[in-house]
């Protein structure tokens, strides 16, 4: 039983959303699931900070519970991977302990490991830590990636086990020299793993999606089905947050409330937590006044971040940028828009399609162009 001292912390964690802190999303974490143990690769699409590794580590987190097959996974971050030599150096790794993962808990030789991995020298290290498997290269290349992938395959379906690959920051391969070679091993490797499952993530939604539906790239129509993260529903959060409040004050939140959560923080995962969290840790029962006033509070403390993320965007970004915060259309390019914010015509069109491509903005279901980050578009709507 968690105190109700410390469900501010539990409820609404400013990292990775598991446990009770995690909302719904039971049709994604059921497809995703499916995709898992049913060998096909998933690329899941979404803004910075919707929950994708939320989603994904909530689900491996329920996969681990599963007695037949056995679900093993392991995680990377390419972000700050900038050779071929570095990709190699963790996939080694990764390949490694996902492998050591395999072998039964009384049993501590390599086994069918050491054949399957001879050409990389393997040693099996125990610690306190437990089992490691340490593979070793003398030169990186694409040949000993693919050769490393198809090890890893061959010894899941060997021990009977499924792996689970997760790579974060998936784009930055294309950083990377030879991208095109590293992509088409890994296209090869996915085509042909009977106990391999790779789930890639990106922060960048449009380099994402030309590596996996660029009809040029190795990685297009490579058994991989593309996954789209949208905003947790309206409905939903309204259950969960309700929910919160009967366990932090034994009472319900008015409807007001309740709205100016969901408006304020458009549902952004991210924002409705740092929100959240300074409303729960207070002993009174938020009122829809307090959530305003808490608001206010969050676009103080955290417009450093909204900053940093808009100095990348020109002088006439901003500015159309500003004006979508201040009032969200489906026509940018009227006569009496431009005219109320003194935007050019040309400009606008041009600034749209960076500020999407960036994901700055997007085009609603109500077919608005709109603002994504809320924190983005607090600030910049109460700038004159």
């Known amino acids: ?25 039971d049709e994604e974490r059921e497809r ?23 989603l994904v580590r909530q689900v491996t987190r329920e996969l681990s519970r599963k007695r037949s097959p056995q679900v093993h996974t392991h995680s990377i971050d390419l972000f700050t991977v900038h050779t071929l030599e570095a990709l190699d150096a963790l996939l080694r790794d990764a390949v490694g302990k996902l492998s050591a993962q395999f072998l039964p808990k009384n049993k501590r030789i390599l086994g069918r490991l050491g054949k399957i991995f001879a050409a990389f020298k393997p040693e099996l290290t125990i610690s306190d830590d437990g089992v490691s498997l340490k593979l070793f290269s003398e030169s990186a290349s694409t040949k000993s990636i693919q050769e490393l992938l198809e090890g890893l395959d061959q010894a899941a379906v060997h021990y009977k086990r499924r792996a689970v690959l997760i790579i974060d920051e998936f784009q930055q391969i294309a950083q990377i020299d030879k991208h095109r070679t590293i992509e088409g091993s890994i296209r090869n490797v996915a085509q042909g793993a009977k106990g391999l499952s790779f789930v890639f993530l990106g922060s960048e939604r449009s380099l994402l999606a030309q590596m ?22 309206a409905d939903d959060y ?12 034994s009472r319900e939140l008015s409807n007001n409330a ?23 840790r207070g002993a009174r029962l938020p009122s829809s006044q307090m959530v305003h006033g808490t608001w206010k509070a969050v676009l103080k403390r955290e417009r450093h971040q909204a900053y ?4 990348a965007l020109a002088h006439t970004q901003r500015t159309v940028l500003q004006a979508l915060a201040i009032q969200p259309t489906g026509k940018p390019t009227a006569k009496d828009y431009l005219t109320r914010f ?7 069109t041009k600034s749209i399609d960076v500020l999407m491509e960036k994901d700055f903005v997007r085009l609603s279901s109500d077919g608005e162009y709109e603002v994504i980050d809320p924190l983005v578009k607090g600030i910049m709507s109460e700038r004159p």
């Open 342 to 348: 003194n935007i050019a015509g040309s400009t606008m």
């Open 32 to 54: 995703l699931k499916a995709n898992i143990l049913g060998g096909t690769h998933t690329y899941i699409m979404g803004v910075r900070r919707y929950g994708k590794t939320s």
């Open 308 to 311: 940093q993320s808009m100095m």
């Open 258 to 280: 309740i709205e100016s959560i969901i408006g304020l923080t458009d549902r952004h995962a991210s924002y409705v937590n740092i929100l959240c969290r300074d409303l729960w």
């Open 238 to 249: 309204r259950g969960f947050l309700q929910n919160a409040a009967r366990l932090r004050w």
């Open 1 to 25: 039983m968690v105190a109700k001292s410390e469900l501010a912390n539990t409820l609404f964690p400013l990292g990775f959303a598991e446990g009770p802190a995690f909302c719904n999303r």
């Open 212 to 233: 996996f539906e660029g009809p040029k790239r190795p990685l297009f129509n490579s058994s991989s089905e593309r996954m789209d993260l949208e905003r947790i529903s």
